[in-house]
C-alpha cells in the first residue's frame, strides 16, 4: 500500500549547468500535474508529463530549475537593455520612480547565461536529465511506499479494534433477547391479555426475535474486515477499493446498531463508528 504523500529532489551538473528537479506530490482524486520548467525544457515538457504519469493518481508538482556553475557568467546586454528601456518608460509614465529597476533586473536568472542563454537543450543533456527525473520519480515512489506503510499500521489498529469490539457482541446477545422476551410478556400482563395461545405466541416471539437477530450482519461485517486486511496486503494501489470496502464495513454497524435494542451493544456499534471513522478520514491520502 501507498501513500499519495510524496518527495524528493535530485541535483546534477552538466558543463556550466546545475539542474534541480523538484517532487512533490499530495492526495487528489485523479492525477493533476503541475509541471515547471526553464524555457530550454518547453519543448520537453510533454515528455516530463508522459513521465510523471507513473505517479499515477494525486496532485503531483514537478519543478525544473537551472543555476550556472560558471566561475564568472555574463549577462545578456541586449536583453538586459531592452527589459530596461521598456520598464524605465512604463515607470516614468506612471510617475513610478526607477531608482530600483536595473537591480530587479539583474536578479533575473534569465539575464545571466554562460552558455549561450536559451539555448536548445542537446541529446546528451536531455538524456541525463532523464535519468535524473527517472531517480526522483523512483525517491518520489520509495516516499510514498513508506508513508503507505505507516498508514497500513494504523489502519491494521483501527480494524483490530473494530473486531474486538464486534466479538464482545455476542456474550451480550443472550441478555439481550431475555430482556426482550420479558418486556413482551410484561407488556401482555399490563395490557391484562387473557386467553393467549402459548403456541401462537411462541411464533410471533420467534418473528420478532428474527428481525432483531444480528448474526449476518456481523458475519458480513468479519468478512469485509479480512478483505479489507487482504487489499491492504496485496495491492499498492488500493486507496479506492479501501473506500469502498469501509463504506460497507459502516453500513453492517449501522444495521447492527438500529437492530441492537441493547444498551451495551450500542455503546460497541457507537465505538466501532469510532474507529472507522478514523480510518475514512485516512483513506484520502491512500494511492
Known amino acids: 500500500m501507498k501513500s499519495m504523500t510524496g518527495y524528493a529532489k535530485v ?19 485523479q492525477l ?46 541586449e536583453l538586459l537593455t531592452t527589459r530596461f528601456e521598456s520598464l524605465r518608460r512604463i515607470a516614468l509614465a506612471s510617475g513610478a520612480t526607477d531608482k530600483y529597476l536595473l537591480n530587479s533586473l539583474v536578479a533575473m536568472p534569465d539575464i ?18 532523464l535519468a535524473d527525473l527517472r531517480k526522483a520519480i523512483a525517491i518520489t515512489d520509495e516516499f510514498r511506499s513508506h508513508e503507505g506503510a505507516v498508514l497500513e499500521q494504523d489502519f491494521h489498529k483501527h480494524v483490530d479494534l473494530i473486531e474486538a469490539k464486534m466479538n464482545e457482541i455476542p456474550a451480550l446477545e443472550g441478555e439481550r433477547i431475555e430482556a426482550a422476551k420479558e418486556r413482551i410478556k410484561r407488556f401482555m400482563a399490563e395490557a391484562a391479555v387473557k386467553d393467549v395461545d ?21 458475519v458480513r461485517l468479519k468478512k469485509h474486515i479480512d ?40 455503546k460497541l456499534v457507537v465505538e466501532m463508528k469510532d474507529e472507522l471513522e478514523k480510518i475514512k478520514e485516512q483513506l484520502g491520502n491512500v494511492l
Open 112 to 129: 545571466w547565461n554562460s552558455t549561450g542563454g536559451d539555448d536548445e537543450v542537446s541529446d546528451e543533456e536531455w538524456q541525463q536529465t
Open 32 to 77: 493533476d500535474l503541475i509541471v515547471k520548467v526553464p524555457a530550454r525544457y518547453r519543448a520537453k515538457e510533454l515528455e516530463i508529463r508522459s513521465l510523471l504519469g507513473q505517479l499515477e493518481r494525486g496532485k503531483v508538482e514537478c519543478i525544473l530549475s537551472e543555476e550556472s556553475t560558471a566561475s564568472a557568467a555574463t549577462f545578456n546586454e
Open 227 to 266: 478483505y479489507f486486511r487482504q487489499t491492504m496486503a496485496e495491492e499498492e494501489s488500493c486507496g479506492k477499493k479501501l473506500g469502498f470496502v469501509a463504506q460497507e464495513m459502516g453500513r453492517e454497524i449501522n444495521t447492527t446498531g438500529s437492530k441492537a435494542n441493547h444498551a451495551e451493544i450500542q
Open 11 to 29: 541535483q546534477s551538473t552538466y558543463g556550466e549547468r546545475k539542474l534541480n528537479i523538484e517532487i512533490k506530490t499530495l492526495n487528489s482524486k
Open 198 to 218: 402459548s403456541n401462537r405466541f411462541e411464533q410471533e416471539l420467534i418473528y420478532y426475535l428474527e428481525k432483531l437477530d444480528i448474526t449476518e450482519e456481523k
